[in-house]
């Protein structure tokens, strides 16, 4: 879908060479053993949670595509309430919403301690910076005003 981008101020265009990092971020936790599947429900609910009308559509848009069903990004706000998502996903997911929230509470030991029953510590690390980059990049489209329309 073509979509018409409205903002204040086109951060990337002013400055490539901050979107030639954000690129190489984003080559580099595609790369990594987290599947495209979970890393678009960590950028749309991290997006969720901010508000980020642009990453919301975006990823929403991007997990279609790589096989998430609608019916489940229709449940992501209500996930932990939902049978639709594993234990694995319920952990990524709340470490997500710690993290998004970071100044509440941190990254809790009780999350901390789920993600390690399914991940190496090499894939925690992929995780953390992932949600943090998704994160940095919704804070970096509110603030210019980035809409999809």
């Known amino acids: 879908m073509l979509h018409v981008i409205k903002h204040r101020l086109d ?4 400055h490539p ?3 030639e990092h954000m690129l190489a971020i984003d080559k580099r936790l ?12 960590i950028k749309i609910r991290a997006s969720q949670i901010n508000k980020c009308v642009y990453c919301i559509d975006y990823h929403t848009e991007e997990a279609i595509a ?8 229709f449940l992501l706000s209500a996930w932990a309430e939902s049978p639709l998502f ?11 919403e710690e993290i998004t929230h970071i100044s509440e509470r941190g990254l809790t030991d009780t ?10 510590k090499s894939e925690i690390a ?7 980059h998704i994160n940095f990049l919704n804070r970096v489209g509110i603030a210019t ?4 329309t």
């Open 126 to 132: 992929d995780l953390i910076v992932m949600i943090c």
């Open 17 to 19: 060479q901050y979107w």
């Open 30 to 41: 595609y790369a990594s053993s987290i599947s495209r599947r979970l890393i678009e429900l």
């Open 86 to 96: 594993t234990d694995v996903e319920k952990a990524v997911l709340q470490a997500t």
């Open 11 to 14: 951060v990337w265009a002013e």
């Open 66 to 73: 790589h096989g998430e069903s609608p019916r489940r990004i």
């Open 111 to 120: 999350t901390y301690q789920q993600l390690e029953r399914y991940f190496s």
């Open 145 to 148: 005003g980035t809409v999809a």
